[in-house]
């Protein structure tokens, strides 16, 4: 007699049992893979060999060195040794160069101390400068110390690897005498091993770091250096800027406002007894009226121009180029908006820039290029481009227009490059950071 079983429940009423899944469970098998995983990963590989070559490396390097120091020492009563001490420091320097190099193969390549040189390059006065100069020292104490510490760091790290390879071959020559226990400390070693040298290797690494790296107190020392020149570079700019006001409306708009009031004056005086020539001297007031608001609009529009709020860099940065006397391209291409201060540099640079193609490079054409980057700290930046076809010959040190970008990039901790060979062509660089947040991109405007 058949039954149906129909939802684990039999036609007699019977509840039966769900098939058992004999398969392991998926979090079983995602365990033992990421357990095992780093047996397969470069990383671990790279780490084994960053500690091997280290320790060879160590040994080869005090080698050297005490040979060196030895010759060195040596001569250094008849003279010759004197012309030694220095190649001896700048070999030691080398060779620990190359192993800050070599921290980039377990993370990133260990930047450089810095070290003393003489002030005037000449030869003998970079002996007592060498020999004074504790970096130097350092150095060739991390050499005495590193050729102990590096072989001992490899054979800690070498441990783990000689004691699976024990159990291995041991248990495939002696399969009679399986012991469960070494099995169990062999698959917990083969995930174990590459951990523990990568561990190892990263320690290593951070010694290295700290005695060869850059000193934390060196760095900021050096950056509070460099704000305060920002900030000498900021004051000289604007102080600059205050007088090239000062003489624009000087020259331009007060030499104007002078002429009109005595225009409406001679006016007033001819209304009754020469009504024509009274009418004419009112009209040319007024021209000399709409001069001067139109030179007030091009110095306001040299500090903060209203488009730039109104419709953005694209837009202010096209109305530059598009009232020059030669072709210009135009290319602005950012992911976002900008804060307001970094807007305003680059309008600045750009209005600057332009200035200079028109009034020095005699170029027939120039281009403008406007793109995110990144600055030295990976931070979000702004690259702008600059370049012309003119003569070239530009110096940012002798000429004041680009004198007065440098110090505007430079002012707000940017960077600033320019190439400009006889005969041209030249081309500028600013990198700008964007240390605000960004704001939204204005949405593109409509032709009507």
């Known amino acids: ?25 998926t979090s079983w098998r995602e365990a033992i893979d990421r357990w095992y995983r780093p047996l397969i990963v470069a990383e671990s590989w790279l780490a084994l060999a960053y500690l ?43 060779m620990v160069g190359v192993e800050r190099s070599r921290a980039g193969w ?3 390549p260990i930047a450089p101390r810095q070290l003393r040189a003489s002030p005037d390059g000449s030869w003998f006065r970079s002996i007592p400068v060498t020999l004074t100069d504790p970096e130097r020292w350092r150095q060739v104490g991390f050499i005495v110390v590193y050729v102990i510490a590096a072989p001992l760091l490899f054979t800690l790290a070498l441990t783990p690897w000689i004691v699976l390879l024990g159990l291995f071959f041991g248990l495939a020559f002696d399969v ?18 590459p951990r523990i040298t990568v561990a190892i290797a990263g320690v290593t690494r951070s010694f290295v770091a700290w005695f ?11 950056r509070v250096d460099e704000l305060a020149e920002q900030r000498t570079v ?14 624009n409306l000087h020259d331009g708009v007060q030499q104007q406002l002078v002429a009109l009031g005595i225009d409406i004056g001679r006016a007033r005086n001819r209304l009754d ?25 091009v110095i306001g ?73 990144t600055d030295a700290r990976g931070e979000r930046a702004i690259r702008i481009t600059v370049r012309d076809d003119g003569r070239g010959g530009a110096d940012a040190a002798t000429g004041t227009g680009l004198a007065g970008i440098r110090a505007r990039v430079e002012g707000a901790d940017g960077t600033f490059e320019i190439e400009s060979p006889s005969g041209g062509p030249t081309t500028l660089v600013a990198v700008l950071p964007v240390q605000s947040l960004p704001r939204p991109l204005p949405p593109p405007s409509r032709a009507t």
């Open 301 to 373: 529009r040299g500090l903060h121009p209203a488009v730039l709020d109104d419709r953005g860099l694209d837009a202010a940065l096209s109305s530059i180029v598009g009232s020059a006397s030669i072709p210009i391209s135009i290319d602005v291409s950012l992911a976002a908006g900008l804060p307001d201060d970094a807007a305003a540099t680059a309008y600045y640079i750009v209005n600057e820039s332009v200035a200079n193609i028109l009034k020095h490079a005699n170029a027939r054409t120039g281009s403008v290029r406007v793109i995110d980057a």
């Open 273 to 297: 007894d020469d009504p024509v020539a009274a009418r004419q001297l009112l009209d040319d007031a007024l021209t000399k009226v709409r001069g001067a608001v139109g030179e007030l609009r």
């Open 176 to 193: 009679t005498s399986i012991d469960l226990a070494g099995i169990a400390v062999g698959l917990a070693l083969a995930g174990a091993a």
């Open 106 to 108: 377990v993370g990133q």
């Open 212 to 222: 060869l790296g850059p000193d934390p107190t060196s760095v900021l020392q050096d």
């Open 234 to 247: 900021i004051l000289d700019a604007v102080d600059a800027e205050r007088r090239r006001i000062e003489r």
């Open 52 to 94: 091997a070559v280290g320790a060879l490396w160590a040994v080869t390097m005090v080698t050297v060195v005490a040979a060196m120091a030895s010759i060195t020492f040596s001569l250094v009563f008849v003279v010759v040794g004197l012309f030694l001490i220095v190649p001896t420091f700048a070999l030691v320097n080398a």
């Open 1 to 25: 007699m058949s039954h149906v079983v129909q939802d684990g429940v039999s036609d007699t009423g019977e509840v039966n049992p769900p098939p058992s899944d004999t398969r392991p469970s």
